[in-house]
């Protein structure tokens, strides 16, 4: 399988609504999208890099087809140490399972590497998200600590608990 990442855009917007399950929902986008939000989300983050943020996020392509986003964010300090970079990803429920989301996090760690922005890769896992824990590990990330957070919350409102975990750039 052909795994390729390319700049989010507004075209993308309906293969990463048709790719949301609740599962996305509950660990990475926090409420169900739509068409119109994504692509405001797309705007957003073009926004953003205009003014100098560095939050980016890619669609993750499988053999030409959308089936997922992984974004990379130096701003995100939750948990993290200074340099490190937070990775976040989400793929569609049909193609979970394949090492699609640990090809995107290793290419997705190149592009942070080769643009420079920070000493490491970090993501940061639900204590309940077993499948996003196993990404980080094949991925090559280290489990470094678990930590209550003090900006995601879980289903019920409360501070989520999150297991770090870290690569080297």
């Known amino acids: 399988m052909d795994i390729t ?3 989010l855009r507004r075209e993308d917007a309906r293969a990463i609504v048709t790719a949301e399950d609740d599962a996305t929902v509950r660990f990475l986008s926090g409420g169900r ?3 119109q939000g994504t692509e405001e989300y797309v705007d957003r983050l073009e926004r953003e890099a205009a003014e100098g943020r560095s939050k980016r996020a890619f669609g993750i392509w499988a053999d030409g087809a959308c089936v997922g986003t992984v974004d990379v964010d130096p701003q995100v300090t939750d948990g993290l140490e200074p340099g490190d970079v937070n990775i976040a990803y989400g793929v569609a429920p049909w193609i ?3 090492g699609v989301a640990v090809r995107a996090v290793d290419l997705v760690c190149g592009i942070v590497a080769e643009r420079n922005l920070g000493e490491r890769a970090a993501i940061r896992a639900s204590a309940e998200n077993s ?3 196993r990404v980080a590990e094949k991925a090559g990330f280290t489990f470094s600590h678990e930590m209550r957070s003090a900006t995601d919350v879980d289903g019920q409102g409360k501070p989520e608990v999150l297991r770090v975990f870290v690569r080297e750039l």
């Open 96 to 98: 979970r399972g394949r």
């Open 131 to 133: 499948a996003s824990q």
């Open 33 to 35: 999208s739509t068409v």
């Open 5 to 7: 990442l390319r700049p």
